[in-house]
């Protein structure tokens, strides 16, 4: 038997051997590029405005909590891709972009870039970046990735990615917390998911917005939004209680949360 494990300061997850002890494979998740229309962030606190938007800046997933499903004979892991970094006493690689110096060719518009309502504030990393070791950034990586990517299992090969489908709906109910978006948004914590009723959904905690949001993942590499609910304080933990073992002989999700010290148990009216 095995295991897959998140190596979130590193940016990657391992499979682990559970009998041997020993570590079979690791996986690296390499980067979201926010350039893309589809990967769009809100990057700053400042800007007097909430708007996903494409900038010349990269992130790194660093992932928290894992779940592993199967759907169609195929297993997959779900990600939640909160970006802790390794900020440690002795070290630490976090920094805003405002206390950086941009190389001049490859940022032509570094002055403007580094605004407090455009980069200037978002929390990226120091320890890479700087290509030719000139002691200016070529490059800027944010820390986290904002979202829930859904890798396949056995190669570790990405398959879909939520993030921008799922802070815009935060963002469209009204909870989306501005004051985060220099840093890690709606910050995915917590995933687990479940079959219910013939579909596999996905429960993805989101600590700055006390939500969960659920996405059909029935067919992994087009997730779609089912909807959101409000939890206690800064959900971590999710569990969910398949109708067997439940007490009802219903459904349950379990939702501890840490900012509140709380634990919820949510009922579906219909699942």
């Known amino acids: 038997k095995k295991s897959d494990v998140t190596l979130q300061e590193n940016n990657a997850f391992a499979e682990v051997a559970i009998v041997a002890g020993t570590i079979t494979k690791i996986n690296p998740l390499g980067t979201r590029d926010i350039s893309i229309a589809e990967n769009a962030f809100d990057v700053s606190d400042k800007d007097g405005k909430i708007a996903l938007g494409t900038w010349p800046i990269k992130a790194f997933y660093l992932p928290d909590a894992i779940s592993h499903f199967t759907t169609g004979g195929t297993s997959f892991l779900a990600l939640a891709n909160e970006g802790d970094t390794r900020a440690w006493k002795g070290y630490d690689e976090e920094v805003r972009v405002k206390a950086l110096k941009l190389d001049p060719t490859k940022f032509s518009t570094a002055a403007t870039l580094q605004l407090d309502a455009n980069l200037s504030r978002l929390t990226v990393t120091k320890a890479f970046g700087d290509t030719d070791g ?39 109910a009204g909870k989306y917390d501005d004051e985060r978006s220099d840093n890690k948004g709606v910050e995915v914590e917590g995933v687990t998911v479940a079959e219910v009723n013939g579909k596999t959904l996905a429960f993805i905690g989101m600590e700055r917005v006390d939500m969960i949001a659920i ?52 009922q579906p009216n219909k699942i």
Request: no cysteine.
């Open 134 to 172: 000139d002691g200016d950034y070529d490059e800027l990586y944010a820390t986290g990735g904002r979202s829930l990517s859904i890798v396949n299992a056995a190669t570790g090969a990405l398959v879909a990615n939520i993030g921008k489908d799922l802070e815009q709906h935060v963002i469209d």
């Open 215 to 266: 996405y059909d993942v029935t067919t992994p590499a087009s997730p779609k939004f089912v909807q959101l609910f409000s939890t206690g304080d800064a959900p971590e933990g999710v569990l969910f209680v398949k109708p067997k073992d439940s007490p009802n002989g219903r459904s349950l999700l379990v939702v501890a949360s840490e900012g509140d010290g709380t634990v919820k148990f949510f």
